[in-house]
């Protein structure tokens, strides 16, 4: 299967480098190699393989290779500078393309600056809209909810290997990533930290009620949950507020990249692959498009939300509700109407026998309306 960023790649390789990052076994060496078939002298190169690393250091790799596939090179000191040497003094015509973990996209923020020279690009698991012609929308949406979109649970055989998979995945992130940048009693206490917002997706997150049951400061609590959303195993939706600010003091909402990883039932785990989806949307817009759109939700101080919100240049231009079952428009997309706010609402339903327009609000099948996003 051609991964969604495919494309987008191939067009921006002539003019700039390009970086993909992305969650751990999203499918980022399998896009590199699937690149690598469009052009003629490829050169694919894993800083992680000891004979790799030594071409790279020692810059030994064939002059008349028209494409560089550097693969987890942020785990070579000075990468940044490496890289920008080697993208300055490039022959005419040859492409680089960098790869590499969630922990890339946190050192790329740092240090030696490569502006102006290379274009980001986030590859995120698979959506109903990435699945659209290999399966029908609703398929995609139940299986997404089942299995998460990393394509190798996803495309396991059977429940059990994508269980295994899932296993593994969370025992080598907790032994090796987190292990690699904190110290061994922070593991154990992010382990359960981990645990614990399995079964709060979707609520807004209370940093010293999280402290309370770990017994920890609240403030080491959301350093943890800083370290976790890095890793990409979780992202944070925050609230929506024409003051950036006040948005970030208000408490987020927890969702994981892994809807396979989510602990509650059927309704949570939609909301899960709905917010994935949106985040996906979002990031492709801002990543291929270059618009300045941004992933919220609203919600007042007595209780009425709405589940998710995009906003484009601060103003909101979507409200999205979702519901497994109930085809009643929710009243509190009424209450933000009266409020000023005139973005689109729709109501996205996981299992609704017929769609319709009511008060307002758009109420829809929600693998159909999934598989209308642009990523």
């Given at each position: 299967m ?7 790649i ?43 690393r ?62 102006g ?47 295994r ?39 807004p ?11 920890i ?13 890095s890793?990409?195993l ?11 600010a ?33 985040l ?20 007042t ?75």
């Amino acid at each position: 299967m051609r991964r969604y960023l495919h494309s987008q790649i191939l067009k921006d390789l002539p003019k700039k480098m390009v970086m993909i990052t992305g969650p751990r076994q999203v499918g980022k060496t399998y896009l590199a190699k699937q690149i690598m078939t469009e052009f003629k002298k490829p050169q694919y190169l894993n800083a992680d393989a000891a004979d790799d690393r030594q071409i790279i250091l020692g810059r030994r790799w064939p002059l008349d290779a028209d494409l560089l596939v550097f693969d987890e090179i942020h785990k070579i000191k000075g990468w940044k500078s490496y890289l920008k040497g080697v993208f300055d003094t490039r022959p005419a015509g040859q492409a680089i393309l960098v790869t590499g973990s969630a922990r890339l996209e946190t050192f790329r923020r740092t240090g030696e600056s490569l502006a102006g020279r290379y274009f980001h690009l986030r590859l995120h698991p698979l959506s109903v809209k990435e699945l659209a012609g290999t399966m029908s929308s609703q398929e995609a949406l139940d299986k997404l909810n089942r299995r998460g979109g990393f394509p190798e649970p996803f495309l396991a055989d059977s429940e059990e290997d994508a269980a295994r998979w899932r296993a593994q995945y969370y025992t080598d992130i907790v032994r090796e990533d987190i292990f690699d940048i904190s110290r061994l009693h922070e593991v154990r206490e992010m382990r359960l930290l981990l645990e614990m917002l399995r079964s709060r997706v979707g609520s807004p997150l209370s940093y010293s009620a999280l402290a309370e049951d770990l017994q920890i400061a609240p403030n080491t609590v959301k350093k943890y949950v800083g370290i976790l959303e890095s890793l990409c195993l979780i992202f944070l939706i925050r609230p929506f507020h024409r003051r950036i600010a006040r948005s970030i003091l208000r408490e987020p909402k927890v969702y994981f990249f892994d809807s396979g990883f989510v602990k509650g039932d059927d309704g949570r785990r939609l909301e899960n692959t709905c917010a994935q989806a949106l985040l996906k949307h979002v990031h492709y817009l801002r990543d291929v498009k270059g618009k300045e759109v941004e992933l919220h939700y609203v919600r007042t101080k007595d209780g009425r939300e709405i589940d998710f919100a995009i906003a484009e240049d601060e103003k909101l231009t979507l409200l999205a509700e979702i519901k497994l079952n109930d085809e009643a428009p929710s009243p509190h997309f009424a209450y933000f109407k009266s409020k000023g706010i005139e973005a689109r609402a729709v109501q996205l339903v996981g299992r609704l026998r017929r769609e319709s327009r009511r008060e307002g609000t758009d109420v829809s099948r929600a693998a159909d309306w999934l598989a209308s996003l642009e990523a």
